[in-house]
């Protein structure tokens, strides 16, 4: 099973510690916030394939072709234009199910090993502000009936970590272009779970490291 990480962003809101490196090798507690996220993939992976952009030679010189007896592989999203987009240039590269991560989220192995147990399954987590995340609502059968991305008033506190075992089927479901002018996973995402199960699986341990103070939180989280 192939296990796809998004780390192609500029990491703008992390100014300026991303002016000399790219927010995935920006290190928390010792280690860069990629090794967090590659160390706790289940051990049902097999391939890494690592999605790359902004200063993308000095993720390749770091991690290399190979993390921990892992075969990495690499897309290059060429330009910024969304996490649907992103997906989409390593769609060569990908074969059946896979594990789709963010490359700035710290997540716990436990739950990401639960969720690749499913055929199709979203990681989520409750949060104190909800509505500047991706809402989740869940069917009473446990799986995903939406991802409201930023809603004025939120149903709940349950929010999308990025975390989320897909395959091939996703690509069916065009992405719409955001105003934005970019195209993101919401889209495509509610559109396959109106016609396929998406578990959703709760995750304990989820970490997002998006600005220079969420640095010192994340250590502090993780005990070190």
Do not use: C
Request: proline share 7%.
């Amino acid at each position: 099973m192939q296990a796809v990480i998004m780390a192609a962003g500029e990491g703008k809101r992390m100014r300026p510690l991303t002016l000399e490196r790219p927010k995935p090798l920006i290190e928390v507690s010792g280690k860069t916030i990629l090794e967090h996220v590659l160390d706790a993939l289940p051990d049902s992976i097999t391939e890494i394939i690592l999605i790359v952009g902004y200063k993308a030679d000095m993720v390749r010189a770091h991690i290399g072709d190979s993390y921990q007896g892992l075969p990495v592989r690499y897309a290059h999203q060429w330009m910024p234009a969304g996490t649907a987009h992103a997906l989409s240039v390593a769609r060569p590269l990908i074969t059946g199910k896979f594990l789709l991560l963010n490359a700035d989220d710290i997540q716990g192995k436990e739950a990401l090993t639960k969720a690749v147990s499913h055929e199709l399954a979203i990681l989520v987590a409750p949060h104190d502000r909800p509505e500047s995340m991706g809402v989740v609502s869940v069917r009473e059968n446990g799986t995903l009936e939406e991802v409201i991305e930023k809603p004025e008033h939120p149903k709940g506190n349950l929010v999308s970590t990025g975390g989320m075992v897909l395959d091939e089927r996703l690509f069916s479901f065009e992405a719409a272009r955001h105003e934005s002018g970019e195209y993101f996973m919401t889209h495509p995402l509610n559109l396959m779970a109106k016609e396929l199960p998406i578990t959703v699986v709760e995750q304990s341990l989820w970490i997002p490291i998006g600005r220079p103070e969420d640095i010192a939180t994340a250590e502090v989280k993780l005990g070190r």
